[in-house]
């Protein structure tokens, strides 16, 4: 159980070292961290030092938060984020929010990359994530509430916030860069799917798949914070094109796209 009292006690901490109280909370995702290094008079602080704070071990997070200005906004990004592959639990997984939440951020971005589903899709293209399944069967409220961080039951019909939806959609357009949108499909991994799980993924309605993302945005709308996700499409999913998936296709596609993805997330994040 996440208790405000622990997140106080890293807030406290955090309030020492960063520069200003952030405005937006930002999350990188495989393969997209190096956006971090586009921030502006940095403060970066290694996940290890901070107190209640877990450590990323997936292969390119560097784990840290890093706190700078990006389009002329107060940024507080976390440069690599938990999974629950890595045997973290949705709880673990979901305190930065919570902190963020806490430190006075108004908008979360989330940036992941996904497998695409959708056979409209292509490897490369970026998706709104407009709005979830959960298909991990975890959630990081499981256990007693505390009510001072938010409520037992919290609605999730709009955790992806509309009105960011809509900046997401302008700055995309401002760039030049084509935005799809759809459902994002969250797993445990960190084996990818059979080619039957995404064909029964594809039935339920989802678009994209990937193994993050659904916690923190439970946790989100649990302490009220409005989300933004956006996914890279770093391959097909399983058996949508008969070839064998890689984990080094994920980050070669993320690296190769990388670009437009950053000048994407920093027009976005100039207009929230
Ligand atoms: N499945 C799950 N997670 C992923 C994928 C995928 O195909 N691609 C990138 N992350």
Not at 20 to 30: D, M, R
Not at 63 to 85: E, I, N
Not at 150 to 172: C, I, N, Q, V
Request: charged fraction near 20%.
């Amino acid at each position: 159980m996440t208790t405000k009292r622990e997140v106080q006690e890293t807030v406290a901490y955090l309030r020492e070292k960063l520069p200003y109280a952030p405005e937006i909370g930002l999350v990188l995702g495989s393969g997209l961290g190096p956006l971090a290094y586009e921030l502006e008079e940095t403060v970066s602080i290694p996940y290890g030092d901070i107190p209640h704070f877990r450590t990323s071990t997936a292969p390119d997070h560097a784990g840290r938060l890093v706190c700078g200005t990006l389009a002329g906004k107060r940024v507080l990004c976390m440069q690599g984020r938990l999974h629950g592959y890595e045997g973290w639990t949705p709880e673990e997984i979901a305190y930065p929010v919570y902190v963020m939440q806490a430190l006075g951020v108004r908008a979360l971005v989330l940036t992941n990359a996904s497998g695409g589903i959708n056979t409209g899709f292509a490897v490369g293209d970026f998706m709104l994530i407009e709005d979830h399944i959960n298909m991990t069967g975890k959630s990081p409220l499981t256990g007693p509430n505390d009510e001072a961080l938010g409520s037992r039951f919290p609605d999730m019909t709009f955790a992806y916030a509309p009105d960011l939806r809509e900046k997401a959609y302008a700055a995309a357009q401002d760039c030049g860069i084509a935005l799809q949108h759809g459902v994002y499909c969250g797993v445990n991994g960190p084996q990818f799917e059979t080619p039957a799980e995404i064909r029964m993924f594809h039935a339920m309605g989802a678009d994209a798949v990937g193994m993050s993302t659904v916690f923190e945005v439970i946790a989100a709308a649990h302490c009220g914070l409005p989300v933004v996700g956006i996914a890279m499409i770093t391959n097909m999913a399983a058996g949508v094109l008969m070839q064998p998936l890689s984990g080094a296709e994920v980050n070669e596609i993320a690296m190769r796209r990388g670009a437009d993805f950053r000048r994407l997330i920093t027009a976005l994040i100039g207009k929230i």
